[in-house]
């Protein structure tokens, strides 16, 4: 007996195509953006006509579909010409108008971009622009760019282009320079929340295409499907499907059941909980004390937050650990606190 043993045969794997289920995986259709797309490919349009593009600003929660309906919007325009091109950008990858500059040259085809001074990139890019008539550049997380003046270089320079810029900060264009925004004039475009039954959709298509039919219990994929909702982040879904099946063939079952989304949901991150607006910062920071010190005792947590110089009041620090109860965030147990002292609580994150 070996501790693989027990596990399903490769030809009695749950999943039919696992990687269906990759947050970078992009469906050949994105059900309920239809409106997007469609704004999106409006905006691009007049560049194929040769006339200037629209600007637009894309803003809505994390794991809404923005950086998928852009993929979706490209690989349109790919197909039907090769006279605009699309150029797709991580902000937080590349931060700095020298590594935008590069990854523009690069993709506009223009070869040996790398490390060269802005004005040399810039010349690539002009050389790269030259071979087109028109450009549409996606600026995707432009709140995390640690620069901006590259936007003031391609808008003042570039005449047949479209900027997307995309962001989950509704408020990021009120941050920028007076001078880019008034060459920018941007129409909004916002990817709202997706309705319990649009969740659903998607994750049926998801579920359909990346395991064997009929392994999901409806029960069990009604419990993925409403902490998706919760969450409001098609990711968490996307994670539980695969934690689920991955539970699911640990115990060797030919069935995903309540039980195993269960222990996938207990298993996850809740990734919103340090998110900003949820909690507060001192919410946040004792959340993240008691994570790391799973049953540490109030008067070991007052001291970890001295040290931390984060010192919180008594009655406040009560007011927090009660909020991060009541959220589902923590839960807590009374035990002694040691000869003649009386009870003290401890501390565990509730998953
Ligand atoms: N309408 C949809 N149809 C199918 N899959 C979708 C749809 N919307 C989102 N998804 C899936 O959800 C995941 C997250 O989507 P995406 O990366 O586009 O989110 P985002 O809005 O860009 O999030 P963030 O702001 O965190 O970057 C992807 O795997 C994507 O395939
Ligand atoms: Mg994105």
């Known amino acids: 007996m070996t501790l693989f043993d027990d596990m399903l045969k490769d030809e009695e794997s749950l999943f039919t195509d696992e990687h269906v289920l990759d947050f970078d995986y992009l469906p050949d259709l994105l059900p309920y953006r239809e409106n ?3 704004y999106i490919a409006d905006c691009i349009k007049p560049l194929v006509a040769g006339r200037p593009g629209k600007n637009l ?9 923005k950086t998928s309906c852009i993929r979706f919007v490209f690989e349109e325009l790919k197909k039907s010409t ?3 091109k699309p150029v797709y950008i991580n902000c937080w990858k590349k931060p700095t108008t020298n590594a935008v500059l590069t990854e523009v040259a690069s993709q506009l085809g223009s070869i040996g971009a790398h490390y060269k001074t802005n004005e040399e990139l810039w010349a690539k890019v002009e050389k790269g622009l030259s071979r087109s008539k028109g450009v549409v550049i996606a600026l995707d ?3 995390k760019a640690k620069e901006q003046d590259f936007l003031y270089q391609i808008l003042e320079n570039i005449r047949a282009i479209t900027v997307l810029m995309i962001s989950n900060d509704k408020a990021f264009l009120a941050n920028v320079d007076g001078r880019i925004r ?3 004039t941007p129409e909004e475009l916002e990817f709202p929340p997706y309705k319990l039954d649009e969740v659903r959709g998607i994750l049926e298509e998801r579920k359909n295409a990346a395991f064997v039919p009929g392994v999901w219990g409806e029960e069990a994929f009604g419990l993925v499907v409403d902490k998706t909702y919760e969450q409001g982040d098609m990711r968490v879904g996307l994670s539980l499907l695969r934690e689920s099946g991955r539970a699911a063939e640990s115990d060797a079952s030919r069935r995903v059941t309540v039980e195993h989304a269960m222990r996938a949901k207990g298993k996850m991150v809740d990734f919103r909980m340090y998110g900003s607006g949820d909690l507060g910062e001192k919410e946040a920071l004792v959340l993240s004390i008691i994570e790391e010190n799973s049953g540490i005792e109030t008067g070991e947590l007052t001291e970890m937050l001295k040290k931390r110089a984060e010192p919180i009041a008594d009655s406040s620090l009560r007011r927090i650990i009660q909020r991060l109860d009541k959220g589902g965030y923590i839960f807590r147990e009374e ?3 040691g000869y003649g002292k009386g009870k003290t609580m401890k501390h565990f994150i509730d998953k």
């Open 141 to 143: 997380e432009i709140d």
């Open 82 to 84: 090769d006279a605009i």
């Open 182 to 184: 008034s060459r920018l």
């Open 36 to 38: 997007q797309q469609g």
């Open 335 to 337: 035990v002694a606190a």
């Open 57 to 65: 600003f894309i803003h809505g929660a994390p794991g809404v579909g």
